[in-house]
């Protein structure tokens, strides 16, 4: 079994920042792409960024310049740093972790962290 475990959510003001933090814990053979996606109330899931294990980052339009991705291979997890939030940035924020086995490559998520933005 693994989990993942999602923190650092929570309220700020249009501007500001905050960091998210999700790490994954149980039997873990090897990380492939670490993501980050939200959704809105009453909107579908999006991807905000991913990272991959050759190094690789992605980002939405909606956020390139504002927040990065960033992982911690030995203590896989990953973060993202969220910069000059907008209130349209309000969303829950899950992550989602592809792990490799010799069995296959198989994806999983965390339970989601709130973040609110007010303007």
């Known amino acids: 079994q693994v989990q993942l475990v999602e923190s650092g959510g929570g309220l700020v003001q249009a501007g500001g920042s905050l960091t998210l933090s999700c790490a994954a814990s149980?039997?873990?053979?090897?990380?492939?792409?670490m993501v980050w996606y939200r959704q809105a109330s009453g909107k579908q899931r999006e991807l905000v960024a991913a990272?991959?294990?050759?190094?690789?980052?992605n980002y939405a339009d909606s956020v390139k310049g504002r927040f990065t991705i960033s992982r911690d291979n030995a203590k896989n997890a990953v973060y993202l740093q969220m910069n000059s939030l907008k209130p349209e940035d309000t969303a829950v924020y899950y992550c989602?972790?592809?792990?490799?086995?010799?069995?296959?490559?198989?994806?999983?998520w965390g339970q989601g962290t709130q973040v609110t933005v007010s303007s």
């Open positions: 989602n972790v592809h792990l490799e086995y010799s069995r296959g490559t198989y994806s999983y």
């Open positions: 990272s991959t294990s050759g190094g690789t980052t």
């Open positions: 149980g039997s873990i053979n090897r990380i492939n792409a």
